[in-house]
């Protein structure tokens, strides 16, 4: 792109999430000078979305907590919002989007930051309006209305997904008071992510709070009544009486309007560890994307970090720079007063270790594959989170059994 790098012509930046706004911000800090525009498809400024589920949701905290950068802040960087604006097209030949008022913006620089959409489930009345997914700030608001009418009414609710959003959501309504079931299709919570000792722990400590918790359920239907939800019903014959339903089961990459360009999908946008595309104008990162590694797998993240950094590898690549992501992957979890923290990627995990006490205050557990460290999952132990990344970051392995040996000085084994 070296117009725009040379501070000509435009970048236009579809989506003003976390990963669009990283991108803007470091395009203006690399030093381009062209003009910036962020496409916002919400009527609301860019904002912090993992309260939602959380602080947000509980009521613990207001609309301007939320705010990740106000339009006055962005126009000081001479970047502009545009909010409430829907991309329908991209037209590489033209080099232009086409916007949903009928007008179209032509970029020297394409960023794709479009996002995910939550799942929903093909069950007879899962279209009703109290059957809802959380992914935006509208979208939480309607849960929390949705809550609210529930404890006016005495009336529980349901949530599907033993996931994280399903599994904060419910201890938000927990800690309201409200009575929860959560609906699990799997054998166990977190399955994907977690080691079983962990996933046993988090559904001790649902169960503990008051959390039904139905595992391996199997959902025949939503049962309505004047349009509403008023019951799950499950294959087994059981039925769940709800005033409000809640989805927790997955996202799905926003990948049509690559997919209509001509752009390599799969699961999301396919990139490079740089965050380009196969077209050298058009660059995209954060939940959208599937990222290829050296050995030509793709990875999805969806997660705080990986959405800035990568958003800040897509600026630094539209600047002609290689700036790969090559940082250890990490995420967090608050349910109750616990605080999960995980580093690098446990899939395919065959041994674990547990450091510190399951029944204490806080403990890890360490992810193996061969004797090699994967991951580290650690509950209200940020110090062993922040050890966890130094050891992945730096390709050190303790053993299984150092790493169940609390008087074993893991941080010793990064010392030269």
Wanted: glycine share 12%.
């Amino acid at each position: 792109m070296s117009e725009s790098a040379s501070g000509a012509g435009q970048v236009v930046i579809v989506g003003a999430g976390q990963a669009g706004v990283m991108a803007a911000e470091a395009l203006r800090n690399g030093g381009y000078a062209g003009a910036i525009t962020v496409l916002g498809d919400e009527p609301h400024g860019p904002y912090h979305r993992p309260p939602l589920s959380k602080a947000w949701l509980a009521g613990e905290m207001d609309a301007a907590q939320l705010v990740m950068r106000a339009p006055e802040m962005l126009a000081r960087k001479q970047i502009e919002l545009r909010t409430g604006v829907t991309v329908w097209a991209i037209d590489r030949t033209a080099r232009a989007v086409h916007l949903s008022d009928g007008s179209a913006l032509n970029y020297t620089g394409l960023v794709l930051a479009t996002g995910a959409t939550p799942r929903r489930l093909p069950l007879p009345g899962g279209d009703a309006p109290n059957v809802l997914a959380l992914r935006s700030r509208g979208d939480a608001q309607a849960i929390a209305e949705g809550m609210a009418k529930c404890a006016a009414q005495g009336l529980p609710m349901v949530v599907i997904g033993g996931g994280f959003i399903g599994l904060e959501v419910a201890a938000t309504a927990r800690k309201k008071g409200l009575p929860v079931t959560v609906l699990e299709a799997a054998p166990r919570l977190l399955g994907r992510v977690l080691a079983p000792v962990l996933s046993d722990w988090y559904a001790a400590l649902h169960r503990g709070h008051g959390v039904e918790l139905v595992l391996g359920a199997q959902i025949s239907a939503i049962d309505t009544s004047a349009g509403q939800a008023v019951a799950v019903l499950l294959a087994d014959g059981q039925r769940l009486p709800c005033g409000l339903v809640v989805l927790g089961v997955g996202v799905l990459a926003n990948d049509a309007l690559a997919r209509d360009a001509g752009l390599a999908v799969d699961r999301g946008i396919v990139v490079d560890a740089c965050g380009r595309t196969a077209d050298p104008l058009i660059v995209a990162a954060g939940d959208c994307t599937a990222r290829q590694r050296a050995d030509g797998s793709l990875v999805r993240l969806e997660s705080v970090q990986n959405a800035t950094e990568q958003g800040r590898c897509a600026a630094a690549a539209l600047l002609g720079q290689d700036r790969p992501f090559t940082a250890t992957p990490w995420f967090w979890s608050d349910q109750y007063d616990k605080k999960l923290q995980m580093a690098g990627l446990s899939m395919g995990a065959d041994q674990w270790a547990v450091r510190g006490d399951l029944a204490g205050t806080s403990f890890s557990v360490y992810h193996f594959r061969a004797g090699r460290l994967l991951a580290v999952d650690s509950v209200n132990s940020a110090k062993d989170h922040l050890l966890a990344r130094k050891l992945l970051d730096a390709a050190v392995s303790p053993t299984p059994a150092q790493a169940g040996d609390l008087a074993c000085d893991l941080a010793g084994l990064l010392k030269p």
